[in-house]
């Protein structure tokens, strides 16, 4: 009898472990990570959104994004101008860490893993479309990219950079709209094998476009007539109409009911804040709150993230990386200098830096500020008219450039904000750029690399 059952166990073990290897191996082959799609709309300021408090209806479908999903009220960029925010968003490092400082014509270093080429070695299809040229394929922004599509109109002193044919942008000469780049993406997804997740990265610029009429269709030309930032308003009522059309679509589709849907900006916009300020109605050339106060909304029609969360924690560009990794699970590369939020949406407590530091060099510009949860500390090396070296601003309320500086009035912030930027400008040294057409860092940057701990 006990033979027997000795048996009995050595034949039932085998088909017992047989049975839970297959039923791993079929969990294992229906698992599949989140599709995860990243929208920049470049250029939209957080309080130019209905979700942000702005009273016109411009952004139903962001705002109900929103409402469905997790909204960050108070996200930084840590740049005002494109290249160095989108480069510190994608690769979750500091401008300065990756050298990009100058639009002419500093480039994504191939040494900082994207956020692209993380998802590529994990089993993503990647595809990307740029309307913006300052993040074309010439300054390496498609790396990790199965397809990337570049802007197909380039600002004049790109010429150098692209093809003879390509149009110079003007007036006439409007960038490639938002549900072009839509109907693309849509359609390099019809293509792609239904058993891998795939990866979207979209930048739209009607926003920063603004200006020309001629990126905006007939339609909403006509609406906001006599407000004084009609032309924005009208792109961004258009933008929010497509992009929310655009996410419709992707969600109905079958397996995209867990995809992650991130919407996002790289900077925002002057308009009339800064009156005396010179250039402060664009971008690039200020650190005030205008220019730095981006939307974040992350959104899915499962459970990925939970809906109808307000994060009220200031948090980062910087952080969006390593919390879409996590949110997928993915491991992040080493050196990542943002932190994953994933904490904060699952309700658990994170510790944030006190101070957030940000940075731009644009165009003859030169400043670096820090700001805590109500103070920005801005430092200007440069003699930007309207401006002073240091300027105190609140974190709260309207700004109009000197004439809200409270330096004066608050000796002892300045003093401690100046501190804390000394001491993390220490920690953060600036690394060598590197030029279109560049094979990598020469032997004398490489060993200032080294130095500095960026490269092994």
């Known amino acids: ?98 050298g990009i400082y100058r639009e002419r014509h500093d480039v994504l270093p191939g040494r900082a893993e994207t956020l692209a080429e993380v998802l590529d070695r994990s089993g993503y299809r990647t595809f990307g479309a740029t309307a913006n040229p300052n993040i074309n394929s010439v300054f390496r922004f498609d790396q990790g990219f199965d397809v990337y599509v570049d802007s197909t109109s380039v600002w004049a002193w790109m010429r150098d950079e692209a093809p003879e044919e390509t149009p110079i942008i003007r007036q006439e000469t409007p960038i490639r709209p938002a549900d072009e780049l839509f109907q693309e993406a849509l359609e390099w997804v019809d293509r792609s094998e239904e058993r891998e997740p795939v990866y979207l990265q979209l930048n739209l610029m009607e926003v920063h476009e603004h200006g020309v009429p001629m990126s905006r269709r007939p339609e909403f030309r006509e609406l906001f007539q006599g407000h004084p930032e009609a032309g924005y308003l009208q792109a961004v009522r258009q933008v929010s109409r497509d992009v929310g059309a655009f996410v419709q679509e992707l969600e109905s589709r079958a397996g995209w009911k867990d995809a992650l849907f991130v919407i996002t900006s790289d900077h925002g916009e002057g308009l009339g804040d800064h009156p005396g300020v010179a250039g402060a109605a664009n971008h690039g050339r200020t650190l005030y709150e205008s220019q730095i106060h981006v939307p974040l909304i992350l959104y899915s029609p499962g459970e990925t993230v939970p809906s109808g969360l307000e994060i009220e924690e200031p948090v980062r560009l910087l952080d969006l990386m390593p919390t879409i990794l996590e949110l997928v699970g993915v491991d992040g590369p080493a050196g990542m200098q943002g932190r994953s939020l994933v904490p904060l949406i699952r309700g658990r407590e994170i510790s944030l830096p006190e101070t957030f530091v940000f940075e731009t060099e644009f165009h003859g510009v030169d400043k670096i500020g820090i700001a805590d949860d109500d103070w920005k500390l801005i430092l200007s090396d440069d003699e930007q008219a309207g401006t002073a070296p240091l ?35 220490r920690a953060h040294p600036r690394a060598p750029s590197q030029q279109p057409g560049d094979g990598g860092p020469s032997p004398e940057e490489r060993k200032q690399l080294e130095a500095l701990g960026y490269i092994q």
């Open 1 to 98: 009898m006990r033979s027997l059952r000795h048996l009995l166990v050595g034949i039932a073990v085998p088909i017992l472990l047989l049975g839970a290897f297959l039923g791993i191996r079929r969990v294992l082959e229906g698992f599949r990570r989140p599709h995860v799609v990243l929208i920049v709309i470049d250029t939209l300021r957080a309080d130019k959104l209905g979700a942000w408090g702005h009273p016109e209806p411009v952004s139903r479908e962001l705002d109900s994004l929103a409402a469905r999903g997790v909204r960050f009220e108070r996200v930084l960029a840590q740049s005002s101008w494109t290249r160095p925010s989108i480069a510190s968003m994608i690769s979750s490092r500091l401008p300065r860490v990756l």
């Open 391 to 425: 300027e105190l601003q609140s974190n709260h309320g309207t700004e109009d450039g000197v004439r809200t500086n409270r330096a004066e009035a608050h000796p002892e912030r300045v003093r401690r904000l100046r501190r804390e930027l000394r001491r993390w400008e």
